[in-house]
């Protein structure tokens, strides 16, 4: 079942009413391979590999000099509460090639660049590298999916999501507290 533009702006309340400080790590989703899926209970974040047995590092990127996977987009990482409303399907939802699905808001006023969770053993840390819907996932969850997150309130909001990169190595459960380290003012 594909959202309308108006059940997804119906259901932004929701969305923003996400805890600021104090989340929780609802989702672990590994990419073997393009298109496949693994949902984890727990998984191994490494500062070399992301995820560890996800394929970020055979992924390319025209972001970099050479061509090869982006180290400031290691970890994709979207908001559970803006995942259920553009998926009321649960098994549809690792879809969204997010690894991790977490119960925080993700807006820039809440969590700004480099700031840092602490999730399980792990640390990561938010990149200022844009996530921006694709085909694919206009594909899965529609037209109507890709506007709304990519909107402009949609891109004020990182309602697609962000990007991350692991900065101490560890290990991570589904369920496990999220607490979050802002970086120091300037």
């Known amino acids: 079942m594909l959202r309308t533009i108006e059940e997804l702006q119906a259901g932004l309340a929701g969305v923003l009413a996400s805890p600021t400080d104090d989340g929780t790590l609802e989702l672990i989703v590994r990419r073997p391979d393009v298109d496949r899926r693994e949902v984890l209970d727990e998984g191994t974040l490494d500062v ?11 992924r390319s990127s025209s972001r970099t000099d050479d061509g090869g996977p982006h180290p400031d987009m290691q970890l994709n990482v979207i908001n559970s509460r803006l995942l259920a409303l553009v998926s009321p399907d649960v098994e549809r939802r690792p879809l969204a090639g997010d690894q991790l699905a977490v119960d925080l808001s993700l807006a820039p006023g809440d ?18 590298q844009p996530h921006t819907g694709c085909a694919k996932f206009t594909q899965r969850f529609g037209l109507d999916a890709h506007r709304f997150v990519n909107s402009e309130e949609g891109r ?22 999220i607490t979050v380290e802002r970086p120091p003012a300037t």
């Open 48 to 58: 070399d590999e992301g995820l560890v047995g996800d394929n970020w590092r055979q």
């Open 111 to 128: 969590l700004p660049a480099w700031s840092r969770l602490c999730i399980g053993d792990a640390v990561i840390e938010v990149t200022d």
């Open 156 to 177: 004020a909001l990182n309602l697609r999501g962000i990007n991350a990169r692991v900065v101490v190595p560890g290990t991570i459960r589904r369920g496990d507290r």
